[in-house]
């Protein structure tokens, strides 16, 4: 998401980089062109305005810092003023006092990913150690409530219907309901309307006046652009919104409805959705945001990641063997399995500082990451423990068993002595001898499962397969010339 974005104020900064002092021309020009970026990622028309003068002011009238560049102290207030666009602080949930259920209302258009983000919201509340409740109110789109129940039984969330009763009806008992069984999260999944629609928008101040939800979120797809803007103004009108849900960043390169959202109605985004799986869902933070946009990527934000899917037990043998020099292709296939589970790998990549910025033409290769699979999978253990003796046949009967190309078994033992030698790397610099760690500082498994990931992707969208195959081409026809 925000690939576009991204790779436009790239170039941007690049060109400011080399400029030896920031006078009104070049910052006129620069925040010119972040105007057209802005403008080309779908972001409002007075947001973009405001944005740059904003900028442009502060560049001017900023006092040079000895020791640093021009170039780079501009970066710095965009990246501030895009904090401050994309609303500065991370917002929480007002959450209830202990023994009471917060109700938290969810409302959006027709196909912007209610009923699902509800089932999000519940599996990370109990993630959290609450006991969230799903409240079927929408009884207007047939399937709805099968839908909210199937999403439930996934995660093992109750669900609170009731035949035949309106939607007003069904949240007064659910609030009642959870408050006699001791749940503390009742999540309501109200029916999507149209702004223009009187009576159901009738209908949903009339289930906030019965529930007085602590929280009401709006719902909005990111793919519907600068219209999101226009949309959140009017529930405004009607509902205190309490905060938004981007759903679907992941099928949106531009963003611009996420960044013109908040600096347009002062509905503060609280989480971001990019991805059906019902894990794919993360806290909106503006800090860390703006800086993968600026192609500074997100390590706090990965780490927390990989911590969620990396057992404490496992990191800590995982680094005694790093310690102790014995990592081998069990433990390689380990952080595999652990990469895979956090998600795409495009996605994870534009986390990382320098990677997020170039990922335009970079097609992040997932079948590559099963290829490397099937081929650890396909060795003995003897082999896996001591990759030094896959050589000759060996090679050949792993590359049959595992469907995989001779090239492509070579490929894998190659990148594992680069992990090797990384871990070798670490443990010389201390990396692995204890102490306390600093917080949203990388544990050994982090670090090594990142290395995995960077070996896994290539240069362009057709992938290093096509490439390979280039080259080969290349140097047969050098050959022919001669």
């Excluded at 380990?334 to 994870?348: E, F, N, T, V």
Aim: hydrophobic share 40%; proline share 4%; aromatic share 4%.
């Amino acid at each position: 998401m925000f690939e576009s974005i991204t790779e436009s104020l790239g170039k941007v900064f690049r060109s400011v980089l080399g400029k030896g002092r920031l006078s009104e021309a070049n910052v006129s020009e620069a925040v010119g062109e972040v105007r057209k970026a802005l403008l080309e990622a779908d972001v409002n028309l007075k947001v973009a305005d405001a944005f740059v003068d904003r900028v442009g002011r502060l560049a001017l009238g900023m006092e040079v810092v000895p020791g640093v560049n021009p170039g780079q102290m501009f970066i710095k207030v965009v990246h501030d003023e895009l904090v401050a666009l994309l609303g500065g602080e991370t917002p929480g949930i007002a959450w209830a006092a202990a023994g009471r259920p917060t109700v938290i209302m969810l409302c959006g258009l027709q196909g912007s990913g209610k009923t699902t983000t509800a089932g999000k919201l519940a599996r990370k509340w109990r993630e959290e150690g609450r006991s969230p409740l799903l409240v079927a109110a929408d009884v207007q789109r047939p399937a709805a409530i099968a839908q909210l129940q199937t999403l439930a039984g996934q995660i093992g969330i109750p669900v609170f219907t009731r035949a035949g009763q309106d939607p007003v009806s069904i949240c007064r008992d659910a609030a009642a309901f959870a408050g006699l069984e001791g749940l503390d999260a009742v999540i309501l999944d109200t029916a999507g309307r149209l702004h223009v629609d009187q009576v159901l928008m009738d209908e949903l101040e009339a289930i906030n006046r019965a529930v007085a939800a602590a929280e009401i979120l709006f719902v909005c797809d990111a793919m519907i652009g600068q219209s999101a803007v226009d949309t959140a103004e009017e529930f405004k009108r009607r509902l205190p919104l309490t905060g938004a849900v981007m759903t679907k960043m992941d099928s949106d390169a531009r963003g611009g409805g996420a960044l013109s959202l908040r600096e347009s109605t002062g509905v503060p985004i609280k989480f971001v959705s990019a991805g059906e799986k019902l894990d794919a869902l993360e806290e909106f933070h503006p800090d860390r945001l703006a800086s993968r946009l600026l192609g500074m990527g997100d390590v706090v934000s990965l780490v927390e990641r990989a911590q969620a899917v990396v057992d404490e037990n496992e990191a800590r043998a995982l680094r005694d063997k790093l310690a102790e020099n014995r990592y081998d292709l069990d433990d390689f296939l380990g952080q595999l399995d652990s990469l895979a589970r956090m998600g795409p790998l495009k996605d994870i990549l534009s986390y990382i500082p320098g990677i997020g910025s170039g990922l335009k033409d970079v097609d992040p290769e997932e079948g590559r990451l099963k290829g490397f699979k099937s081929i650890i999978q396909s060795m003995t253990m003897a082999e896996r423990k001591n990759p030094e003796i896959i050589v000759g046949r060996r090679r050949e009967r792993i590359a049959g068993g595992s469907g995989r190309e001779l090239r492509e078994v070579a490929d894998l033992l190659k990148q594992f002595q680069e992990m090797r030698k990384i871990a070798g790397r670490m443990g010389r610099l201390g990396v692995f001898d204890g102490g306390a760690k600093p917080p949203g500082a990388m544990n050994p498994g982090d670090l090594m499962g990142l290395a995995a990931g960077r070996s896994l992707y290539g240069s362009k969208k057709k992938g290093s397969r096509a490439q390979q195959k280039k080259k080969d081409r290349r140097k047969a026809k050098k050959k022919r010339r001669r």
